[in-house]
């Protein structure tokens, strides 16, 4: 297995001989304007460039994962860019609909069951956030793959840590585990992803797995830098079991 941190929350995931997209954000820096109500209303999103090219991301890629349909997870960019007959997951049946409108022939709904070509998929819970944020921002998804030739990974998606995510951890116990961990939050309403402490409990939570870090510096409202989680990551004796890459930084397990 190889996990390559594209940006934000965008990977690409090489799993028993698939090259998996997840989360396309594709667009050139400064392509958007900036979230509203949040910091850094003088930059536009992304924040960042993508660190390699867009022919270069998309080349190969056997299917794409959406855990949701924010643009900072599917974009216009990533429209416009994949072919129309790839196969791409959704969470459930709005977002495919939504995503078939786009001219995409080839969408099909993650469920508990899913298998591609070999490998497991399987739809995981999340919160986007905690109290009444969450009847805006809407569900979310992560996915957990599993195949006989290769270790558990769990992409968690945009939620926060709850008992969901407890839950998930405990049902598959997962050898790596993907948290967004940016902090992502408005003026107002609190954490909408991962904080430190939430990478700290993920951690307990599954004391003999690594976990990669990131939906980090990419969008105007991240509230948690790498430094930061690093730096506490040690303070709380869990930085052997955290990496937290850099934007086009790759990882084999």
């Known amino acids: ?23 396309p954000f594709l667009a050139e820096k400064g392509a958007y304007p900036p979230l509203q109500n949040a910091a850094r209303q003088d930059q ?46 959704v969470q459930n049946d709005e977002d495919a609909m939504k995503v078939m409108e786009d001219g995409f022939e080839n969408v099909e709904v993650l469920t508990e069951k899913t298998v591609f070509k070999g490998t497991e998929l399987i739809k995981t819970a999340g919160e986007h956030g905690r109290g009444e944020i969450l009847k805006i921002l809407g569900l979310v998804s992560g996915v957990v793959f599993k195949h006989e030739n290769e270790k558990t990974l769990y992409v968690a998606g945009d939620t926060v840590w709850y008992e969901g995510v407890e839950n998930e951890i405990s049902q598959h116990e997962p050898d ?18 991962m904080g ?28 948690l830098s790498r430094e930061d989680l690093r730096v506490f990551a040690e303070e709380k004796s869990f930085a052997g079991q955290l990496h937290v890459p850099e934007d086009g930084e790759s990882y084999s397990f």
């Open 1 to 23: 297995m190889k996990i390559q941190l594209i940006r934000n929350a965008t990977l690409v995931v090489h799993y028993a001989g698939q090259k998996f997209l997840v989360d």
């Open 44 to 89: 536009n999103n992304p924040l960042v460039e993508l660190p390699v090219s867009l022919n270069e991301l998309i080349q190969d890629v056997n299917a794409v994962i959406l855990t949701h349909l924010h643009l900072d997870h599917y974009d216009d960019a990533a429209k416009e860019a994949l072919p129309k007959d790839i196969k791409i997951f």
């Open 176 to 193: 790596i585990i993907v948290v967004n961990a940016g902090d992502n939050q408005f003026l107002e309403g609190g954490s909408l992803v």
């Open 196 to 223: 430190k402490e939430d990478v700290y409990e993920t951690a307990k939570a599954a004391p003999k797995a690594e976990i990669m870090a990131v939906h980090m510096e990419a969008v105007n409202h991240w509230a």
